[in-house]
């Protein structure tokens, strides 16, 4: 027609639309060009007649030699995903995701088509998908569903070395499957050497290396020991900027979690305004585990000429994800774990030393490319007399009761005699069987009851599926799942931007108001957007995230969804606060913790002395008695989510867990009358 549309020509349009799609042509030639260049490339043949010859290969290369981006396509393009799909598991969502979408550009496919990825609470597949990445849980949550796993005709298991919960139960329960399935072919994936204890565990399974390219990379330490090793980062960073010409390379910096990289991406935007024009510019990457989706590619677009980018990663670019580039990496030696104490049952986040594997695996980053630089900022010593040889296998640091429902629903009984690759405590064994019983989710035999069949339905911790169950009883589903949701989503949902303090401090104090605790404000939180229409504008007028909240919205979707197979209605009762408390009790009794003269808590079972989070709402008020969701060590050992609860519950609700005597509330009787507190309940 030739009309003019917005001034230009529709004839040019088409020639623009042409000039894209050749653009687009020779960008993914590009690709093409690139996945011959990896270290994986040359062994394609040698590896698929290995894959070919032997049911499980273990496979060993550097970080960046194509293992997980390349292995599944070799054996895509040879024809094993015409007998079934080929499933790839990753430690982490964000790596699941992003190689995931990779692969897809690789393969010109849109991402959910053949390839695809399944993570907790996002199925990104379809029919269709035949190279589906995933994190090693959902593998795991698969064989409830599927025991044989016979969909998949290759089951990788990639990050072998990070010895997460999940691979370690995968590896039992892979190594058990291979045997009655001769045509499954395993594959076991590593970045460092320690490829021997594999084999081992896997019948003397061949080790397949893929030699590596690796620069040699001068590793710098501190003098002293640094009193803030955020602060001494950032120096550090800016220090190589200023001195160094910015082609030269990008730096990596470690940190421990989101609110530690936020800080510090503050922070350097805030120095990096003042040096000037002369100085070229830092492009701030940030990366950990919630980054938005649309966020996470913005790390591996190519630094533009004359500028220099700054990665500020958590543990995930240690071997995770690649990140091309990198010259300097910066290391401040912690990192952010999980620890478990087995006698007390309790689980808390630390920032912990890393190990000398890690603080290896972290200084190899800056030697990809080109020789590299790495800043430990911590002294020789340190390294060499502090650090542990090895990061502990997460089985031996962590809570079990989800794994031992998992492994119970499988009908895996004698889990003493599971074929543990590295055996977790006895005790903290114990203390799962303890904690499903407590929980009503095993019998006194130790079998799996209907709660705990029900329970075992949730992607979710034992405490908070139990809450879910129970909201059966005290009828207010509906309420529940909003706050499982809302506790699921693993960051945060308040937002304080530093302008605007005092405006986000009074928004947020109207969904505590009442003090009616913070799960009941997260429920408030929920329902006033429901009530919006999830309105993006009420989210900004409320500093709340919006990401966040549709994040939770999805999950309570499929959390609603969980709710009918396994028969609990949905029942909505937001009146009864008492209702839905003595529910979130029913699953987090355990955590119940009583308040002391000077304002510190004692957990109630396993006396320890915590505290209530600055964040919650009831920090000011102080409430005789709570429960609460989980507690995080900074300062201090802090409880978060927190609840007021009436003692006279515990008893009600887990009277094979707590006696009269736990929950008397003895200071009422010592303090002479009318002086306890507990006189308002
Ligand atoms: P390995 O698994 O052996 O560590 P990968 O297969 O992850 O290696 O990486 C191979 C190459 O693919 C690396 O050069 C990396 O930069 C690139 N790559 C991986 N994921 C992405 C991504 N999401 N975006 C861009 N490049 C990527
Ligand atoms: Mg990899």
């Avoid at 692969?103 to 190279?131: A, P, W």
């Avoid at 599927?146 to 990050?159: A, G, I, K, N």
Wanted: with cysteine; aromatic share 8%.
């Amino acid at each position: 027609q030739g009309q003019v549309m917005g001034g230009v020509n529709v004839d040019d349009e088409v020639n623009e639309e042409e000039y894209e799609k050749s653009i687009a042509k020779s960008a993914h030639e590009k690709l093409l060009a690139d996945r011959k260049t990896l270290p994986v490339y040359p062994y394609r043949e040698s590896l698929l007649k290995a894959v070919e010859d032997h049911q499980v290969l273990v496979i060993v290369g550097e970080t960046g030699s194509g293992k997980t981006t390349q292995i599944p396509q070799y054996l895509h393009e040879a024809g094993y995903t015409k007998r079934g799909m080929i499933g790839c598991t990753q430690p982490r969502r964000v790596a699941a995701m992003s190689v995931a979408a990779r692969v897809s550009q690789e393969m010109n496919v849109k991402l959910g088509h053949e390839v695809g990825y399944s993570i907790r609470f996002e199925d990104c597949t379809s029919d269709k998908t035949v190279l589906k990445y995933m994190t090693d849980g959902m593998l795991l949550r698969e064989f409830l569903g599927e025991p044989d796993l016979q969909s998949y005709s290759v089951v990788m298991v990639d990050e072998a070395h990070e010895r997460t919960l999940s691979t370690d139960i995968l590896f039992g329960l892979v190594k058990d499957i291979a045997r009655f399935r001769p045509d499954l072919k395993l594959l076991i994936s590593s970045a460092t050497l320690d490829a021997e204890k594999f084999s081992d565990y896997f019948d003397s399974a061949p080790i397949f290396k893929i030699p590596g390219r690796r620069f040699p990379v001068e590793i710098n330490y501190t003098k002293a020991p640094e009193a803030d090793y955020l602060d001494a980062a950032i120096v550090t960073a800016l220090q190589i900027h200023v001195t160094q010409p910015p082609g030269d390379g990008d730096i990596l910096v470690f940190l421990t979690g989101q609110e530690e990289i936020e800080t510090a991406e503050e922070i350097l935007k805030h120095r990096t305004r003042g040096l000037g024009s002369k100085i070229a510019e830092l492009i701030i990457c940030p990366i950990y585990a919630n980054l938005p989706t649309e966020l996470q590619a913005k790390i591996f677009e190519p630094t533009p000429e004359g500028a220099r980018k700054v990665v500020l990663a958590t543990n995930i670019a240690e071997t995770s994800l690649t990140i091309d580039g990198i010259k300097y990496v910066i290391d401040p030696g912690f990192v952010k774990m999980k620890s478990y104490n087995p006698r007390t049952g309790m689980e808390s986040l630390l920032i912990t030393p890393i190990s000398k594997a890690s603080a290896n695996q972290r200084a190899g980053r800056s030697g990809r490319t080109g020789p590299g630089k790495c800043f430990r900022l911590y002294t020789a010593y340190n390294y060499f007399n502090d650090l542990d040889d090895n990061t502990v296998p997460e089985i031996q640091r962590t809570n079990l009761a989800n794994v031992v429902l998992s492994l119970k629903s499988l009908g895996i009984h004698d889990l003493l005699n599971f074929d543990f690759m590295d055996p977790p405590p006895a005790e903290a064994l114990l203390k799962a069987l303890e904690l499903l019983f407590a929980l009503s989710a095993l019998n006194k035999h130790g079998e799996l009851t209907k709660v705990g069949r029900k329970m075992a339905e949730f992607p979710l911790d034992p405490m908070l599926s139990k809450m879910i169950v129970a909201s059966d009883k005290y009828k207010c589903s509906d309420e529940i799942i909003s706050i499982a949701a809302m506790l699921s989503i693993g960051s945060s949902i308040f937002y304080r931007p530093k302008d605007k303090q005092v405006h986000a401090d009074n928004a947020r104090l109207n969904f505590h108001m009442g003090n009616v605790g913070d799960h009941i404000a997260l429920l408030k939180v929920y329902s006033s957007w429901k009530e919006t229409n999830f309105s993006t504008q009420w989210c900004y007028e409320n500093y709340i995230q919006v990401r966040s909240m549709k994040r939770a919205r999805d999950i309570r979707d499929q959390l609603e969804g969980l709710l009918e197979r396994v028969e609990i209605e949905l029942v909505s009762n937001p009146g009864d606060l008492e209702a839905i408390k003595k529910s979130i009790t029913s699953g987090y009794f355990p955590h119940s913790a009583k308040m002391q003269k000077n304002g510190s808590y004692r957990t109630v079972k396993h006396p320890q002395t915590v505290y209530i989070h600055p964040s919650s709402g009831l920090a000011q008020v102080l409430p005789r008695w709570v429960v609460y969701h989980e507690l995080v060590l900074t300062t201090k050992e802090y409880m978060r989510q927190v609840s007021e609860l009436k003692p006279e519950w515990l008893v009600e609700i887990a009277p094979h867990y707590y006696q009269l005597k736990d929950v008397e509330d003895l200071a009422s009787k010592k303090m002479p009358r009318g002086e306890g507190r507990a006189s308002k309940d």
